[in-house]
């Protein structure tokens, strides 16, 4: 099992930055690919960016460029920096792990960002 604990949401005025932080416990052999998705009110959740262990980010369209998503394996997080927050990023911030082989999917709580215009 993989527990998962987000923080560092809240509001914020558009053009500005937060910091989302996610700490990992728990079994965290086999945990290849971690990552943040978020779920605006009445849409279906989304990706907003992963990280494989070693590997290359990879980015919705919607934030390549203010957003970057880094990974500390020794302390097991996660991180998203966003910056030139936008209206549209307003919604509950997820932070998600994969286990290899398995493919069993974990999820955080989440956190709301709220971006004021």
């Known amino acids: 099992q993989v527990q998962l604990a987000e923080s560092g949401g809240g509001l914020v005025q558009a053009g500005g930055s937060l910091r989302l932080s996610c700490a990992a416990s728990?079994?965290?052999?086999?945990?290849?690919?971690m990552g943040w998705y978020r779920q605006a009110p009445g849409k279906q959740r989304e990706l907003v960016a992963t990280?494989?262990?070693?590997?290359?980010?990879n980015y919705d369209d919607s934030v390549k460029g203010r957003f970057t998503i880094s990974r500390d394996n020794a302390e097991n997080t996660v991180a998203l920096q966003m910056n030139s927050l936008k209206s549209g990023d307003t919604g509950v911030y997820y932070c998600?792990?994969?286990?290899?082989?398995?493919?069993?999917?974990?999820w955080g709580q989440g956190t709301q960002v709220t971006v004021s215009s």
């Open positions: 728990g079994s965290m052999f086999n945990i290849y690919l």
């Open positions: 990280i494989i262990s070693g590997g290359t980010p």
């Open positions: 998600y792990a994969r286990q290899s082989v398995t493919l069993r999917e974990y």
